[in-house]
Structures are given as structure tokens and as C-alpha cells.
């Protein structure tokens, strides 16, 4: 796959992994997690699906007949052993309750557990990144910019959010704090947040999904800041100008990228 396809599948992973983390719940809640968006995780994955009994499992071979081993269920554990264990401990036959050696299995399975929950995700999300080729070069970045500045001037708004979003992920920008927060506006920025909720934030990028109109401003702009959120206000609705606009954008971002001078 080229550079782009891998980073925009880097992205897809994000999103899975944040989807399924924001399922859990509280413990009390008793909230079922998000199986299709953990299923499409896997699936992105080194991870081989088999069915065992009962049980939807996904394996990663080790060295030697261990295998890493998630269990899809609700606490996802990833346990460190084999296939037939992990089926006495998590869907044992009757006669398999039977034997001591079993029973202290099914109540205690901390000697092969790996980890649970989130941390498993975190696991799996991990070695998805790590097959995905993600190294660039310069012209590589530069396409991704001519993409987007022509998405912008033919009004493609699909062409001119998938390059903002490969940007932001190589740049780690963020979308935006709350009081950044803009109707029929896609944001995103550098951001910092500080003690007692102030938010500062920027360099910003502010697309308007209305008219297509693109801008940014360069400058860190504190959410306590008034005259500066008024302004940041005024440039999205096109009242005022940014420090860059349109496709200069694009030019701009590449160049933070690449450190040329910006």
C-alpha cells in the first residue's frame, strides 16, 4: 500500500480503538461493548479468528504451542497460553469442572492473563500500527497537499476532509476543546490544556462546511482570552481574515511537516 492508504488505515485504527474504549461503561453499568467495532479492529490486525466451543477467539501465534489468545467478550481479556486452556477456563464441559486442577483454573486466571479491557484494545490497536509501513518522503506529503488544494478549488469537501485529517494525524493536531467548538465548522489544531479548564489552542485550521471556505491562524489562542476567541470567531464566519486561507493551507501544513519554513 502507498503511504497515504496506510496512514488513512492508521486513522481507521484510531477511530476503532476510541470507539470501543468509549463502550465500556462504568462497571456498573453493565454496558455491553462495541463487538463490530472491535471485530473491525482485529480484522486490521495479526490476530486469526477460530471459533473454540462457544468462544470467539482471536490468536496470535507465539513461538513453541503458546499463542497470545483475546477472548471476544465483554472484558476482551488477552490471555498468554493455548487454545484448549483457555476453553476449560472460559467454557468448560461438565466433566471438566470436575477435576481440581480445573477449578482452580476456571476461579484464578491471573498465572495466563496478559491484561483486560482497555488495556487489551491498547494491545491489539498497537499491533495493527506496527504492520503499516509509515514512512514519507517529501513528495509524498507534497501529494497529499496538491490533493487537497485540488479537492478545495473543485469544491470536493470529501477530498478536502480526507487530506486535512491525514495532516492532523501526522501533525497531531486535535480536534477542538469545547469552547472552540463551531456548528457545520471541522477544526482541528495543536491544543494545550491547562489548570482550571483554559484551553490553549493553535496553530488552527477552520474549514466551513457550509461554503468550503478554508483558513487558519498560526497563533496560540488561550480559550480565556476574549479579543482572541472573538476573533477566532469573526475569521470562521468569514468576517475577518486568517493568516492563511484557502489553498495555502495545504502549502502551509506540508511545510510544518517537512520543517521548511513557514
Known sequence: MS???NLLKKIQIRQLTLKVIASFGAPESGSKIDKDAM?????????????????DLYLEKLDG??????VLDNELPIYRTTVEDVAIRKSPFTKEMLRI?????????SDVKVSRKEESVQIVAKACIERLDLAYTAA????????????????????????????????????PPKAFELRHHEI??????????????????????VDNALGMLSDQI??????????FRQVAQGKAKAAVEGG??????????????V
Open 188 to 209: 482541528f489544531g495543536a491544543l494545550t490544556e491547562k489548570a482550571a479548564g483554559e484551553a490553549v489552542f493553535g496553530p488552527i485550521v477552520i474549514f466551513s462546511l
Open 222 to 231: 488561550s480559550s480565556f482570552d476574549k479579543p482572541q476567541m472573538e476573533h
Open 101 to 109: 486442577g480445573n477449578i482452580i483454573k476456571i476461579l484464578r486466571d
Open 65 to 70: 504451542e503458546q499463542n497470545k489468545i483475546l
Open 248 to 261: 495555502k493551507v495545504f502549502e502551509y501544513l506540508a511545510k510544518a511537516i517537512l520543517g521548511r519554513s
Open 3 to 5: 503511504f497515504k492508504d
Open 140 to 175: 509524498d506529503i507534497d501529494a497529499i497537499a496538491k490533493e487537497g488544494a485540488d479537492s478545495l478549488e473543485n469544491g470536493y469537501t470529501d477530498g478536502i476532509l480526507e487530506s486535512l485529517a491525514l495532516f492532523a494525524e501526522l501533525l497531531g493536531y486535535r480536534p
Open 39 to 55: 471485530r473491525g479492529l482485529l480484522e486490521l490486525s495479526p490476530y486469526q479468528y477460530q471459533r473454540e466451543r462457544d468462544l
